[in-house]
């Protein structure tokens, strides 16, 4: 099989520490080219791994030897630099939140569809080990009916993580669109989601900027979430978890209780009713903190439906649901309002 040829759009963090040693050690993937605004960023890595750097990511959509791109840049170009890239006939892993509205969510599934190329979007707490396993154990019934769930994502802000620092696109509104919602919470509606394999169908939220001087987003949020079948429960996402990180979720169900990541040695425990218990370590999740970077399986993923020729788990339609939950929690702290889904 001739192997797939990769270009990084964006050479920040999360392609630093995600993206590109993913592909690395993927034995279908020649990493072929680097793009970023800030040339020298670009080149380190072109210089490591014998590709080309551009600047201007139109360029280096124009190079016919590229097959698929992650886009790893500031939210507010996910949709126009993912749309180019379909269009010019690449495969495109996204990164979340995968827009800034329905319409440009939309817009990129279409030209997927145009295209017939695949669009993935990087969430990836789904492959989590804990997580993957609460989805088998929910499906199985093990857990009888769930009646309320917790879920938090919350640490101390981007500005330890972004390239740029504390001057971070992270916390410019243009750039950015949505803050911590954007940035941690809509890890969470998508993991819900995928978790209760349901769709939430209101949602109501508060939604401050409360922590962050010389910020135009948001960096507390609170918000109740309502599923089809009656599901009920609160989503927290935070840039103000100052000490540590949250990162866990609870569901409260028939049969007992389940903490998905709410333990430093067991990432998933149950609490039967009966008095029964099961506690399991599952390995670690993706953390900002140094030293948590584990493989996310997301690029695996990726470039397994390219060679396979399947839809991606985590396709277009997908991250916009996931998005659209978030949307109305903004939705619902402007106007006041339990906004309908
Ligand atoms: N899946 C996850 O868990 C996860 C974690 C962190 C970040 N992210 C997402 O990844 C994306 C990038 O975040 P990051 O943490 O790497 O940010 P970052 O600030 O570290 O890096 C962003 C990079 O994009 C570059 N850039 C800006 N405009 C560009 C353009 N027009 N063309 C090419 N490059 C451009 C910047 O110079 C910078 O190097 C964001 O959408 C973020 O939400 C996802």
């Not at 670009?42 to 201007?56: G, P, S, T």
């Not at 399947?310 to 649901?321: A, I, L, M, Q, S």
Request: proline fraction near 2%; charge should be negative; include cysteine.
């Amino acid at each position: 099989m001739t192997r797939i040829k990769v270009g990084i759009i964006g050479c920040g963090s999360i392609a630093k520490h995600r993206h590109i040693p993913e592909y690395a050690m993927n034995d279908n993937v020649d990493i072929v080219a680097f793009c970023d605004i800030i040339a020298a960023r670009a080149h380190a890595f072109a210089d490591q791994y014998n590709a080309k750097a551009y600047v201007d990511y139109t360029e280096l959509l124009e190079n016919e030897e590229i097959d698929a791109v992650s886009v790893c840049t500031p939210n507010s170009l996910h949709a126009p630099v993912s749309i180019a890239a379909l269009k010019a006939g690449k495969h495109v892993l996204c990164e979340k939140p995968m827009a800034t509205s329905n319409e440009e969510a939309e817009a990129m599934i279409a030209a997927a569809n145009e295209s017939g190329k695949k669009l993935m979007i990087g969430h990836n707490q789904r492959f989590v080990s804990s997580h993957a396993k609460a989805r088998s154990i929910i499906e199985s019934g093990e857990l009888g009916k769930i009646y309320s769930f917790r879920t938090a994502f919350g640490h101390g802000g981007p500005e330890q993580w972004s390239a740029d620092g504390e001057h971070s696109w992270f916390f410019d509104k243009e750039r950015a669109f949505i803050g911590a919602m954007g940035d941690l919470g809509v890890h969470k509606t998508d993991l819900l989601r995928f978790l209760i394999g349901e769709e939430f169908v209101e949602a109501a939220a508060f939604v401050e900027t409360s922590a962050k001087a010389n910020s135009t987003v948001d960096d507390n949020a609170v918000c109740i979430l309502k599923s089809e079948s009656g599901i009920i429960g609160t989503l927290a996402a935070s840039w103000s978890y100052n000490g540590g990180e949250d990162n866990s979720t609870v569901f409260y169900a028939e049969k007992g209780i389940m903490r998905l990541e709410d333990d430093p040695d067991y990432s998933l425990i149950i609490d039967y009713k009966n008095g029964n218990s099961e506690r399991h370590s599952l390995g670690a999740i993706q953390s900002n903190e140094e030293g948590q970077q584990t493989d996310t399986h997301v690029v695996e993923h990726f470039i397994n439906s390219i060679v396979e020729d399947k839809t991606p788990p985590v396709c277009g339609n997908e991250g916009k649901k996931s998005l659209e939950v978030i949307l109305a929690a903004l939705e619902s702290s402007e106007t006041k309002q339990i906004v309908r889904i």
